[in-house]
């Protein structure tokens, strides 16, 4: 319904009614108009300000759900390489060192990258986020890579155990059932001739000259003759890292190159080279470091037999060379 102006006259005291030009109707309507479109643009700037564009604000709802995935999968990366690290562990402590196998290096396991391989996800929103869970996805992939090779290795080692089993120098190199013959075990002794404290690095066996010497576990003959201060001397490579040698000998049996098996007769006791008295000197050496051969005696001796020749081969043995 249109709107009705009236303007009060004082002379006539009557209100007359006004009649507004086009003009002023057309300002009129043009204020109206103005008014209302100003009225709705502050509300869209407001709207916009506040709450955005939609696209905006679908980029964020998208970003939002974005930053709670990669946390998820950040905390599922955390159990994951949690769980590795445990067999990893079992790998190490159990089942290479059951195989007599070294463990993996840390650093082969603990191998990283070039920060430059991150340097694309530095301009991302949450970046920090993207490459702390990229870099873990990475580790897990290399870790799981290595620990299935270790595992490819282990299977290895169990297939040849059988066969490990029977080079591993497991027996006295002499008969030795009563423990006599033990003379001195492995450790700081008084060189006999120098009368000097020196380390002794094997087990020497007092016998009669001419009793027979056992190889200990197969193996291939790697030497087998004269050796300073050792005179006649065997060296038995057995394979998976275990060596084994027998010193003072007063004969040979076997020669260069030669496979031998556990038990068999590869020489005889005797004098030769630094020694004061018949005997035999035997060594065992694992992976390069000469170790304690009282602990190879397994097939050989029962618990009491053992701890009776840790007993007699202690340090106030009789050293002979």
């Known amino acids: ?140 992939r290399r870790q799981l890579y290595i620990q299935s090779r270790s595992f490819d290795e282990v299977a290895r080692l169990c297939r040849s155990h059988d066969e490990m089993l029977l080079c591993i120098p497991a027996i006295q190199p002499i008969s030795n059932k009563d423990l006599k013959k033990t003379a001195s075990g492995y450790g700081v002794r008084v060189d006999p001739i120098y009368k000097t404290t020196k380390f002794h690095s094997g087990m020497d066996f007092s016998a009669n000259t001419g009793t027979d010497v056992y190889a200990t576990g197969n193996g291939t003959v790697v030497s087998a003759g004269w050796e300073t201060g050792y005179g006649n001397t065997i060296e038995i490579n057995h394979g998976f890292g275990y060596r084994t040698r027998y010193a003072h000998l007063h004969s040979i049996s076997v020669k260069k190159g030669e496979k031998v098996v556990r038990g068999a007769v590869i020489g005889t006791v005797g004098s030769t080279g630094k020694s004061t008295g018949p005997h035999l000197h035997y060594e065992v050496v694992v992976k390069g470091e000469k170790v304690n051969p009282v602990n190879y005696y397994f097939m050989d001796l029962s618990a009491e037999d053992y701890d009776k020749m840790i007993q007699m081969a202690a340090n106030h043995g009789k050293v002979y060379d």
């Open 1 to 140: 319904m249109r709107k009705v102006y009236y303007i009060y006259n004082p002379r006539t005291r009557t209100y007359d009614r006004i009649y507004p030009t086009v003009r002023q109707r057309a300002l009129s309507i043009l204020r109206r108009l103005s008014i209302g479109m100003g009225l709705g643009a502050g509300s869209f700037l407001i709207l916009f300000l506040l709450f955005g564009s939609p696209s905006e604000k679908e980029l964020r709802s998208e970003n939002a759900r974005m930053e709670a995935q990669y946390n998820v999968l950040s905390k599922q990366l955390d159990d994951a390489l949690t769980v590795l690290a445990d067999i990893q562990q079992r790998d190490d402590n159990l089942y290479r060192a059951v195989l007599q196998a070294d463990p993996i290096a840390d650093g082969i396991r603990q191998a990283g990258f070039r920060n430059s391989r991150y340097e694309e996800f530095m301009d991302m929103a949450n970046a920090d986020l993207v490459v702390n869970t990229t870099q873990k996805l990475d580790l897990l």
